[in-house]
């Protein structure tokens, strides 16, 4: 969901790439990506197009021919990111675990010492394929102490769980408007420390991609600069800066315990109705909840009943998933107590109409339960 605010912004009229209203606005959303990325790197900004954009951008810019970089595989979006690798002429070794579980830093600190130099490890925080929360603090002081770069992808996390660039030593960060910053998708937010601008700024062959090449990029960004390398999206950015408003007039720390509170609530009223998390306990994500189906539930069928009768869309398991789990965003506006509960009452009486389910206000009644024990914890 995206609040009127930002669609409102949408449709203001537009300047130009170089009017000194729009420098003026690009300096807002620069501030606001820092403060949102908790960081003070001076290459902080959003890139024209969605978060697959970022991703490349992070991979094309760092990366060059014959550089290992080691990615964590534990769903869709590791395997994205070792492909782009690849397409750079990189070495990418795949660290994988089973789908649903996190990397262990142990594991990535074993492969840092005992395989040859390598340039960067990439990771992806919020594996949106299988819901899984891959914590971060420590892999960064790893990657400091074998001097390698530490690349992070947080396209469901940031504006949602706490990112924290400078602190985890993230080199490499970004994301996408759609997701937790609840804008629509075009326009994506990305981070470089001051040492990966070092390694982009000294490669010895030019970026693959001349688009995304932050070498560039960095001098229409650059205050003292601004130099044209290609057209902005002006409507975009619009979108981008009021919803970033949104997220500080919110506040982060109420923001992310808002997620944490409704995926409490919403998982609670799913075990009432049999699904089970996917990921492996205490490793599920807050902005979207990935759920294995009861043995009963026909995935289709129900899927197809909750966007047809209820106009209430969720995603299906990817790749080997498929058929076999549910998930569910709650992300940025989408993580609401209404919308819970229209999902949650829309399921039971599906479940009621078509298996015979005595499900009736079972899950409403223990989402609400969970979220009157919050209240009463928070007061
Ligand atoms: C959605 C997503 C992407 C890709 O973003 P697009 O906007 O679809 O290009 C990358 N990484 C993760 C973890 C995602 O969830």
Not at 68 to 85: D, K
Not at 266 to 284: I, K, S, V, W
């Amino acid at each position: 969901m995206v609040h009127p605010r930002v669609l409102q912004a949408m449709g203001t009229p537009l300047v130009g790439h170089l009017d000194p209203v729009f420098l003026s606005i690009m300096d807002d959303i620069q501030a606001a990506l820092r403060w949102l990325f908790r960081t003070r790197n001076a290459l902080t900004i959003p890139i024209s197009g969605t978060g697959s954009a970022a991703m490349e951008t992070a991979i094309v810019n760092l990366i060059e021919p014959g550089d290992s970089v080691m990615v964590g595989i534990n769903g869709v979006f590791g395997t994205r990111l070792a492909s782009m690798v690849e397409r750079c002429g990189g070495h990418a070794i795949r660290l994988e675990v089973p789908w649903g579980q996190p990397l262990n830093p142990e594991h990535i600190e074993h492969h840092l010492r005992t395989t040859g130099p390598i340039k960067a490890v990439a990771i992806v925080h919020a594996e949106t394929s299988t819901g899984t929360h891959q914590p971060l603090e420590h892999i960064g002081q790893l990657c400091r102490q074998h001097k390698a770069l530490y690349i992070v992808d947080t396209v469901t996390s940031l504006g949602g769980m706490d990112v924290n660039v400078d602190a985890w030593h993230i080199d490499a960060c970004y994301s996408a408007a759609q997701k937790c910053l609840s804008c629509p998708p075009g326009i994506s937010p990305i981070t470089f420390s001051d040492t990966a601008v070092d390694i982009i700024r000294h490669r010895t062959s030019p970026s693959t991609s001349w688009y995304l090449d932050c070498s560039l990029i960095a001098d229409y960004w650059s205050e003292s600069k601004r130099t044209y390398h290609h057209t902005a999206p002006i409507s975009m950015a619009y979108a981008l800066r009021e919803s970033l408003r949104l997220i500080q007039e919110e506040g982060l720390d109420v923001r992310i315990a808002r997620h944490q509170r409704n995926s409490r609530a919403l998982m609670a009223g799913l075990q009432t109705l049999g699904f089970e998390p996917f990921p492996t306990a205490d490793y599920q994500l807050t902005t979207l909840l990935c759920v294995k189906l009861p043995s009963f539930i026909d995935d289709l069928k129900i899927r197809k009943a909750l966007l047809q009768d209820f106009h209430i869309e969720i995603g299906g398991g990817l790749g080997p998933l498929a058929g076999k789990v549910w998930r569910i965003g709650l992300m940025g506006e989408s993580s609401r107590e209404e919308h819970i509960l229209a999902l949650l009452s829309a399921l039971e009486q599906l479940l009621a109409r078509i298996f015979h389910h005595r499900s009736i206000g079972t899950a409403v009644a223990a989402a609400m339960a969970t979220w009157s024990q919050s209240k009463n914890s928070y007061a």
